[in-house]
């Protein structure tokens, strides 16, 4: 289930990896040419002609490059016209990366072709390295102790290259981390999945400065790797073990299967991406089966996790969680498809604050989307932005914790627009203890089948004895609540000052507008109700002013309070409010009008203020024949 406290800011231990970052010597520079590229780098071919230097040139032309047998030139040798068959033919022997180890010291300058299947390419000998160590995809040193260094075309490094399988029974874990640990040795720089292949795996740890890009094939989590519930597994992350996130790690297309149908369902964390840090990016990823959350944003500090597709899970699809309650700040959460997650779609926690939430795909999920405070009353989200939203099917087979299309929860400040709400088991957009926040241009449908006693439209209710004040509801339409349209909820703590302007409640089975006790001072005008009742106010709702609301059905129920403004027009200030006698109670000015409630032959239609006082000075009007 969803966990109240998820604290990723200290790595001192993850997976129990051991640091130990591969060392990148200088260049070495040789008399009358350019210093050759870092040991540890590949290098592409025009970079290794520029780095032979004259001498160099003519002796590949001589015999390495070219040769009288092919009459190709060292342009086309080197920049790849001649590759191939022709290069491997003709001054570039083919052979396996065994082979290669195997060489002795060969003559200078010497290039092979590397034919083992996914690891195939160039490797030249550099004879100012003596240091570099063996890393398979990019140096591999000989029983000589000749280094060769793979020509590149610097569009990045191959997992294979490093002895990753993907034959779907290999653990190509280490494989995998060698190949980021070269680039990020190297200063950064990007590691691809290829195309095809399923590449088994345990832990992937990606570094500072290091792009992660997939191109199709698939990082799927060993079976029966997840098997302990006190132990937190970090499937593919950029923890820093010194503390809190690397940083500018960037997660481009990988396809990754959290398998948690493999066994994988005993832990206490189990993520399949956990990702922080300042400018992270985690962009059309594809994360399916996830053992727990799909996509752990964990102390996230300018990044953004942009049209990603997040495919079942056991808890949240995207959560946004700060360990110490200080981060989260002006990041982009948006374009994601996110489906089958039991306890939400997207869910901010801890002081995610300037945080946009827009344009993602959420169903088939618990909750929609949650604003969320942890366990003090400053630990909370502000400043978000949750526009543009598509959420559909929430809460339905869910547990009743989640069950809830957007709840912000002690969220002050935030911006729920022009969402498309449709089929919520229980509330559409809840607002809980939470200030100045605009709910405004959101389109809510509901079905039949929803919660009989808690689907309401939108619903603003008190928290840990704070109320909701100061917010703005407006613009917003409503269809077929079981219950409520708009619900101004007490719980014994007054909700005031609050704006309910614009909205339309259409067909709902229970109450279109209802204030409970304690709302008092709002506004609620131009709205357009719909319900069994069109609204009800308690007594104890105390100054409110109604104005030009239409009332479909034209029924009223609760307990009127003459200190409110009825369903019409408010005139030049004066109050027009409903009872059956006059007002005992309350300040009143000339002129306020209170009708009664319940006029009858040989009465009068109501009460005004000739006086203005507390209660002031009374007369009857308008009698009746």
Not at 68 to 86: D, L, M, N, T
Not at 159 to 172: E, H, S, Y
Not at 279 to 293: E, G, H, Q
Request: neutral net charge; glycine residues 14%.
């Amino acid at each position: 289930m969803m966990r109240n406290d998820r604290d990723h800011s200290n790595g001192s231990v993850i997976n129990g990896e051991s640091e130990s970052p591969l060392t990148v010597p200088n260049s070495a520079k040789g008399e009358g040419r350019e210093a050759l590229p870092d040991p540890g780098r590949g290098v592409s071919r025009r970079k290794l002609v520029a780095s032979f230097g004259m001498a160099g040139l003519a002796l590949i032309a001589g015999g390495v490059l070219s040769s009288a047998e092919s009459g190709g030139s060292v342009a086309a040798q080197v920049y790849g016209e001649g590759e191939g068959e022709g290069c491997c033919d003709h001054g570039c022997p083919a052979v396996t990366l065994a082979e290669l180890r195997a060489l002795p010291v060969p003559a200078y300058p010497a290039l092979y072709f590397v034919k083992d299947n996914g690891q195939e390419g160039i490797f030249y000998y550099d004879p100012l390295d003596m240091s570099a160590a063996d890393n398979t995809g990019l140096v591999v040193v000989s029983a000589g102790g000749a280094r060769f260094k793979r020509l590149t075309e610097e569009q990045g490094v191959d997992i294979r290259w490093f002895g990753a399988k993907g034959d779907g029974l290999t653990d190509d874990t280490t494989a995998i981390q060698l190949a980021v640990n070269t680039v990020s040795a190297a200063g950064g720089g990007t590691v691809y999945v290829p195309a095809s292949g399923t590449f088994r795996f345990t832990s992937i740890h990606v570094k500072a400065r290091v792009a992660l890009i997939g191109y199709g094939g698939v990082l799927k989590l060993k079976d029966n790797h997840c098997v302990s519930s006190s132990t937190a597994y970090y499937l593919l992350h950029n923890m820093n073990p010194a503390g809190g996130s690397f940083s500018d790690v960037k997660i481009e297309g990988i396809v990754l299967d959290g398998n948690r149908s493999g066994g994988n369902t005993s832990f206490s964390v189990a993520d399949g991406m956990t990702i922080g840090g300042e400018n992270a990016v985690i962009r059309n990823c594809t994360i399916r089966n996830a053992p727990d959350s799909g996509i752990m944003f964990s102390g996230a500090t300018n990044s953004v996790c942009v049209g990603n597709r997040i495919e079942t899970g056991g808890d949240v699809g995207i959560y946004v969680n700060d360990g110490n309650g200080t981060k989260h700040y002006e990041n982009v959460i948006s374009d994601n498809r996110i489906t089958g997650f039991p306890f939400g779609g997207i869910a901010l926690k801890r002081i995610c604050q300037r945080t946009l939430v827009a344009h993602n795909t959420i169903y088939d999920c618990g909750n929609g989307i949650t604003l969320e405070h942890a366990s003090t009353s400053s630990d909370y989200s502000r400043n978000v932005s949750i526009i543009g939203n598509r959420l559909r099917n929430i809460g339905y087979g869910s547990p009743t914790a989640a069950q809830v299309g957007i709840n912000l929860r002690c969220s002050d400040y935030t911006i729920v627009a022009d969402n498309r709400i449709e089929w919520s088991k229980r509330r559409a957009i809840l607002i809980e203890a939470s200030q100045y926040c605009s709910v405004s241009g959101n389109v809510i449908e509901m079905k039949p089948d929803g919660d009989a006693t808690h689907n309401h439209g939108i619903q603003l209710i008190p928290r840990d004895g704070n109320g909701c004040h100061f917010n703005t509801i407006r613009g917003n339409v409503i269809v077929s609540p079981v219950r409520h349209g708009i619900y101004l909820s007490s719980a014994s703590t007054t909700s005031q000052n609050n704006s309910i302007c614009g909205n339309i409640v259409r067909s709902a089975g229970g109450i279109a507008l209802r204030l409970e006790a304690g709302c008092s001072n709002n506004v609620l005008s131009d709205n357009v109700l719909e319900g069994t009742y069109d609204m009800e106010y308690y007594s104890g709702a105390l100054n409110n002013s109604f104005a030009n609301n239409r009332l479909v059905s034209g029924n009223v129920s609760g307990s009127p309070d003459q200190t409110n403004g009825v369903a019409y027009a408010q005139m030049n200030g004066k109050r027009h409010s409903i009872g059956t006698t006059a007002p005992t109670a309350g300040t009143w000015k000339q002129g306020d009008l209170v009708y009664h409630a319940a006029p009858a032959s040989g009465g009068y239609i109501g009460w005004v203020c000739v006086t203005a006082g507390s209660p002031g000075v009374w007369s009857p009007f308008g009698p009746i024949a």
